[in-house]
T-cell receptor, first 112, second 115 residues
Framework: LAKTTQPISMDSYEGQEVNITCSHN???????ITWYQQFPSQGPRFIIQ???TKVTNEVASLFIPADRKSSTLSLPRVSLSDTAVYYCLVGPTGTGGFKTIFGAGTRLFVKA | DAGVIQSPRHEVTEMGQEVTLRCKPI?????LFWYRQTMMRGLELLIYFNNNVPIDDSGMPEDRFSAKMPNASFSTLKIQPSEPRDSAVYFC?????????????FGEGSWLTVV
């Protein structure tokens, strides 16, 4: 499984765009990049997934360069409610489950 | 659709007692995961099942912990005997066949306090 590295914590202010970068130098050809969000007292929840280039949904955008050795989660105009831990995971497709390991994640704190 | 359902949501028990945590995965999902989360150790994968079969239990901390999945709609995580250091939030998660990458769905967790 590809190892990921992301900042331990980030601070931002309401209304700003937040970019969280994750490094995954040994990503494999069949690996996808997935980001999860965890609020206090809740389990992590899926927010976005991509394989290459750019993916956008109603919550965030995910930018993946051509070499796929890193990815950037972009949260537009954050609010106080975006304060959470954000996890970057890299893993393969498959018809069954596989060992899904969460790292320490990035603690985002949004200030008023 | 119902999400992953865990019970109990909260449990306080005395050291030495047996604790059983229960999980009902999302219907149609064939993989099930048990995680434990603490401030010190973060989110740890304890064990995961595919098609009701345990695939990797290397994260189970010691023999006091055991997990079963007797059918596709039910799993248990048991701690016997419990110790104060087992106090944590225990999450169950599931994923469906043919999914892309790491898309798994978590329950709301079981908050365990061992005194």
């Amino acid at each position: 499984l590809a190892k990921t590295t992301q900042p331990i914590s980030m601070d931002s202010y309401e209304g700003q765009e937040v970019n969280i970068t994750c490094s995954h130098n040994n990503i494999a050809t069949n690996d996808y990049i997935t980001w999860y969000q965890q609020f206090p007292s809740q389990g992590p929840r899926f927010i976005i997934q991509g394989y290459k280039t750019k993916v956008t949904n109603e919550v965030a955008s995910l930018f993946i360069p051509a070499d796929r050795k890193s990815s950037t989660l972009s949260l537009p105009r954050v609010s106080l409610s975006d304060t959470a831990v954000y996890y970057c995971l890299v893993g393969p497709t498959g018809t069954g489950g596989f060992k899904t390991i969460f790292g320490a994640g990035t603690r985002l704190f949004v200030k008023a | 659709d119902a999400g992953v359902i865990q019970s109990p949501r909260h449990e306080v028990t005395e050291m030495g007692q047996e604790v059983t945590l229960r999980c009902k995965p999302i219907s149609g999902h064939n993989s099930l995961f048990w995680y434990r989360q603490t401030m010190m150790r973060g989110l740890e994968l304890l064990i995961y099942f595919n098609n009701n079969v345990p695939i990797d239990d290397s994260g189970m901390p010691e023999d006091r912990f055991s997990a079963k999945m007797p059918n596709a709609s039910f799993s248990t995580l048991k701690i016997q005997p419990s110790e104060p250091r087992d106090s944590a939030v225990y999450f169950c998660a599931s994923s469906r066949p043919g999914f892309s990458g790491n898309t798994i769905y978590f329950g709301e967790g079981s908050w365990l306090t061992v005194v």
